[in-house]
T-cell receptor, first 114, second 116 residues
């Protein structure tokens, strides 16, 4: 079946630094990918839609200058958390659609900002 | 705005017993409905989905769900749970867009605990 990978699976960074998270579709192409954020014991919240060849679209309340998204190719989207702060610590999950409204989710990246 | 409510945060079931996880949605049009399972260290796995047609949907791992439009519900069921079913379960809704790509709205999840 279709597989989506994320790298890294876990990252710790210091406050004020930037962190890049990669999302790859391993055996299919995805012109669109989605980025979600999940707080402990909480639901997944859609942050933004990554579009190959155009700008990402962000959900209301998500700071686009803080969460930079680049859809570098048909199999790769990256999320960069800029000037990270402890409140950005969270679990970030990407997904890529394939077929008739089927989305494949990556395993997630746990970000801890100290 | 669309929303999904999973009223049970935790559910404990004995192995071999039946299971029902509740999901209610609010959506102004015809929704796509999904159930996903999340295990530690693994991505969300799709159990089943409903677009239209037969309101009783069969999924993987012996799960099924029934869409009830009058109750705005999409409850997940399994007749006999196994210890390996212990995980977090999420109900989600998406807009009807003819198979196009749209982000999903998730419920807060139900943590399923299996007692031996």
């Amino acid at each position: 079946g279709a597989v989506v990978s994320q790298h890294p699976s876990w990252v710790i960074c210091k406050s004020g630094t930037s962190v890049k998270i990669e999302c790859r579709s391993l055996d299919f192409q995805a012109t669109t990918m989605f980025w979600y954020r999940q707080f402990p014991k909480q639901s997944l919240m859609l942050m933004a839609t990554s579009n190959e060849g155009s700008k990402a679209t962000y959900e209301q309340g998500v700071e686009k200058d803080k969460f930079l998204i680049n859809h570098a190719s048909l199999t790769l989207s990256t999320l960069t958390v800029t000037s990270a702060h402890p409140e950005d610590s969270s679990f970030y999950i990407c997904s890529a659609p394939r077929g008739i409204y089927e989305q494949y989710f990556g395993p997630g990246t746990r970000l801890t900002v100290t | 705005a669309q929303s999904v409510t999973q009223p049970d945060i935790h559910i404990t079931v004995s192995e071999g017993a039946s299971l029902e996880l509740r999901c209610n949605y609010s959506y102004g049009a015809t929704p796509y409905l999904f159930w996903y399972v999340q295990s530690p260290g693994q991505g969300l796995q799709l159990l089943l989905k409903y677009f239209s047609g037969d309101t009783l949907v069969q999924g993987i791992k012996g799960f099924e769900a029934e869409f009830k439009r009058s109750q705005s519900s999409f409850n997940l069921r399994k007749p006999s749970v196994h210890w390996s079913d212990a995980a977090e379960y999420f109900c989600a809704v998406g807009p009807y867009s003819g198979g196009g790509a749209d982000g999903l709205t998730f419920g807060k999840g139900t943590h399923l605990i299996i007692q031996p």
